[in-house]
């Protein structure tokens, strides 16, 4: 099932506005990302362009440096925080802000509940190896962007992350697959391989949020639905 692309601001405002604000600031990448340097200019029209490869035209310049490491390193000063949290009533603790979020930026609140599942199994303490943080796992960077003050504040980490869903569902003209491979191993590394990139874990990890979105969608209890198979 596509996710649906808004009314509001296209896909390529988005992009502009986003960038605009935050001076372009590096995009971050999540655990198991990999991809290579992104260029883009935008023309007289407003359009914008993306090429990973200077294409001999002035116009573009670096937006995204890349790297070539494929796969989850240990980030240096991270201590790791594993989910801990084993109670039956997470899965139904944060449905007020998961409601507000899917509403607010047009996600479907099951997809929103699928990421948090396989991010961090509703744990907001959750910290990874490569320092992504609370329900939804931002990264530092990622956060910033999305305007989170407190990445471990339920509310704002829910609101971020599903605000990172919408750009990349807008990005990738509301294709499902991409935009949850997009969230595991970033936006430049789905355009640059123009699909799910070749990840063992990015492409895992699409299967395991869509088998969850499914049953989100199947299963009115939640809590249900978010109980291992």
């Known amino acids: 099932m596509p996710v649906k692309a808004t009314s509001g601001p296209s896909p390529r405002a988005s992009l502009r506005l986003l960038g605009a604000a935050l001076g372009l600031a590096a995009l971050a990448l999540h655990p198991g990302s990999a991809l290579a340097d992104i260029f883009t200019y935008t023309d007289a029209d407003g359009t914008v362009h993306f090429s990973n490869r200077r294409t001999g035209d002035g116009r573009f310049k670096l937006y995204i440096k890349g790297d070539e490491k494929g796969g989850a390193s240990k980030r240096a000063g991270v201590n790791p925080v594993a989910p801990s949290d084993k109670s039956l009533e997470r899965f139904s603790r944060y449905d007020a802000w998961i409601r507000q979020a899917a509403a607010l930026y047009q996600i479907p609140e099951e997809l929103v509940r699928a990421v948090i ?55 990738f003209n509301g294709d499902l697959d991409l935009t949850i491979a997009g969230y595991n191993a970033g936006e430049g590394a789905v355009m640059r391989y123009g699909g799910i990139p070749p990840y063992e874990e990015t492409q895992a990890y699409v299967t395991r949020v869509r088998t969850y979105y499914a049953r989100y969608r199947s299963t009115r209890d939640a809590t249900v639905a978010s109980i291992e198979p």
């Open 117 to 171: 599942k396989c991010e961090s199994d509703y744990d907001p303490r959750a910290v990874s190896p490569v320092g992504a943080q609370g329900l939804m796992q931002l990264m530092p960077e990622t956060a910033l962007r999305m305007q989170v003050r407190d990445a471990f504040d339920a509310r704002e980490n829910i609101f971020g992350g599903t605000r990172y869903l919408r750009i990349l569902a807008n990005l």
